[in-house]
């Protein structure tokens, strides 16, 4: 028998079989109801973690520069620049960087990955505090209990913001979506716009989706336009920006602050 989904509890049917990682033999389970795609049971996955950021990301510098840019619009837009805000899952600290490096006090969080350039930013593990928003940047295609994960970003925040890939419809074959990872195994779970409006139901929240890669749960009323501010396009937000916006980087606040740090630690 089927296991249940794990986000509706709805009936599953396999979608494929595969060998992950050259060696593992998976089975990628289709929720019948909401569409949700996902591998029970990973058992490759601490091998999987040696290397936290896989090889074959060979997007991941241009994602944070494409995450800081569409982050930028978002939170000038409809949300407060001056808030803290926390980016979980995320990997070496490039975009934490990023964002700090523009103005916006962005605080790190990974348990796989090391922190290469932000330390000093972390946040503990018990992820205590309360942040303006909390991003996660292809982190939900990872998560083998959703829910669970949801449930801690929500008791932190009331606006989460995550990247995935939406599965095409209908759901492709394995060969024929990139996405899949089958060289590597770290994904494990693959979302439809109506799993993911079944997940922001559970926790009371309003889904807003650009329909592909980008979506944020809120329990606050947001705009649709979230992601597309009616202002914009690129070039007409970077000069109203370099006109009206303008916020001090920092970047030498926090060389300052860890050089500090390192002189005591010395």
Not at 156 to 163: A, E, G, H, K, R
């Amino acid at each position: 028998m089927m296991m249940k989904c794990t986000i509706c509890g709805g009936q599953t049917v396999a979608h494929a079989h595969a060998n992950l990682r050259g060696k593992y033999a998976a089975t990628f389970l289709k929720c019948l109801d909401c569409g949700f795609i996902f591998i029970p049971n990973p058992s490759w996955l601490a091998e999987a973690y040696a290397e936290p950021i896989n090889r074959s990301d060979t997007g991941y510098v241009w994602r944070n520069f494409w995450a800081r840019d569409k982050m930028r619009e978002c939170i000038e837009s409809y949300l407060n620049p001056d808030g803290v805000y926390l980016d979980y899952a995320a990997g070496y600290g490039l975009f934490v960087r990023l964002m700090r490096d523009a103005g916006y006090d962005f605080r790190w969080f990974d348990l796989y990955c090391p922190n290469l350039f932000c330390q000093g930013f972390e946040v503990p593990n018990s992820l205590a505090g309360s942040f303006e928003a909390v991003t996660a940047f292809e982190v939900f295609e990872h998560l083998a209990n959703p829910r669970e994960e949801i449930k801690k970003l929500l008791a932190v925040t009331s606006c989460l913001i995550f990247s995935t890939k939406l599965v095409p419809e209908p759901a492709p074959r394995l060969e024929d979506w990139w996405y899949y990872g089958l060289e590597h195994g770290q994904h494990i779970a693959f979302y439809t716009r109506k799993s993911l409006e079944l997940l922001a139901g559970q926790f009371g929240c309003q889904l807003v989706t650009d329909g592909a890669d980008l979506h944020v749960l809120s329990r606050k009323r947001i705009s649709p336009d979230f992601f597309s501010p009616p202002h914009i396009s690129r070039w007409r937000f970077w000069s109203k920006r370099k006109r009206k916006i303008r916020r001090v980087s920092l970047t030498m606040s926090d060389h300052d602050f860890i050089a500090k740090q390192m002189l005591q630690d010395h």
